[in-house]
């Protein structure tokens, strides 16, 4: 068997009781590596660039071995730019390739640059209409249950690439899961990491990475999840929060 630890962090209380949000990572690991895995995420939440927490959640469960879904991790590609503005046509005509309405990729954009603080999960946006899908609010739709399946093939295989930081292996799992959920055509996301600008957009098991998307020193990030019209937006959001997905690198 294996668990799934995830933490989640904020400051000025719990995050139910209107605390900001610091912090949140997870991961599915075994019964011996759960005790280091515990205090790992802690230290995390400890030392954010965010803030220091007053509020760290870690929750615990046992997943079945035959539960678990192994799923590939999409092609990286970077893309250099040198200014946000470009990252972000950049993005928008990407998500278009991914046969995204420019209506839907506009809206998104709208969405996320009217955020006057950090979403702590995903919007549902109709792929066609722009319409967002989510009756969530700020909480929007949190993805959970995903690793790495192999933690130190996929390390080396991502340094190799010049690509060993953390955001972009999270980044990457996660990606890789919202990829993989029926109904789902693409993803545009940006860091509440103030010192992080690089963002991407995901889409036919690829996943662009694009080295400018906000201003340096903005602590607001979001991510929009780009869903079929005929999708069943319950069987997604069940996927996303509970299935868990182990991915693997190649
Ligand atoms: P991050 O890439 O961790 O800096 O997160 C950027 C934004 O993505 C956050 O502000 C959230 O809106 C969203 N986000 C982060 N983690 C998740 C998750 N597990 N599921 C859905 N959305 C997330």
Redesign the pocket.
Known sequence: MKYSIRMRAAQGGPHERGGD?I????RIVSESNLPTMAEQLVQRALHHSKGKADFINITIDGLADNAIHYIKAPNIITHEVTTKEDGWCTAQALLGQFGIAPQAVERAFVELCS?TQ??????LIDATTGERLDNLGHR?????H?DMDDEDGTIATLRARNLSNV?VR??VV?SAK?LSAPGIVGEL?????PD?QV?YVSGDNEYHRITKMKDLGSP????V?FVKSVADMHAIIEY?QHTPVLVRFE
């Open positions: 949000h912090s949140g990572a997870e955020l950090s979403m702590r999960g995903a919007m929007g739709v949190r993805v959970t995903m955001h999270e980044a996660l919202v996301c940006w860091s509440d990491d992080y963002g607001i990030g979001g991510r999840f996303l």
